[in-house]
Nanobody, 125 residues
């Protein structure tokens, strides 16, 4: 499956964005999906994950209550809604996919087989 992330940009602290991850090449609903991010000088970290049907989600503590992951299997697209953004949210955001059983979610980078190219989110103070 090929993934393409988009929607990043420059936003002031307290602002919001919606990231999208469009998929092609395979049956989108067969894949568990996730978002990761990598800030300058830091390792890539888990942000959020969602199961095949979207019935299960999981978030990193640092974004819980501010970010919302969702998916539209009819449109082969996953989303990440970011609100109350903070300067420490500045990073390149990556989407990832892994073929999974129903209800399974993954929150470890090594669990994901497919990755998008990343979209940059910059939050100014």
């Amino acid at each position: 499956v090929q993934l393409q992330a988009s929607g990043g940009g420059l936003v002031q602290a307290g602002g919001s964005l919606r990231l999208s991850c469009a998929a092609s090449g395979r049956t989108f609903s067969d894949y568990a999906l996730g978002w990761f991010r990598q800030a300058p000088g830091k390792e890539r970290e888990f942000v959020a994950a969602i199961s095949r049907a979207g019935t299960r989600t999981w978030y990193a503590d640092s974004v819980k209550g501010r970010f919302t992951i969702s998916r539209d299997n009819a449109k082969n697209t996953m989303y990440l809604r970011l609100i109350v953004l903070k300067p420490e949210d500045t990073a390149v955001y990556y989407c990832a996919a892994h073929r999974a059983n129903t209800g399974t979610i993954y929150y470890t980078e090594g669990d994901y087989a497919y990755w998008g190219q990343g979209t940059l989110v910059t939050v100014s103070s």
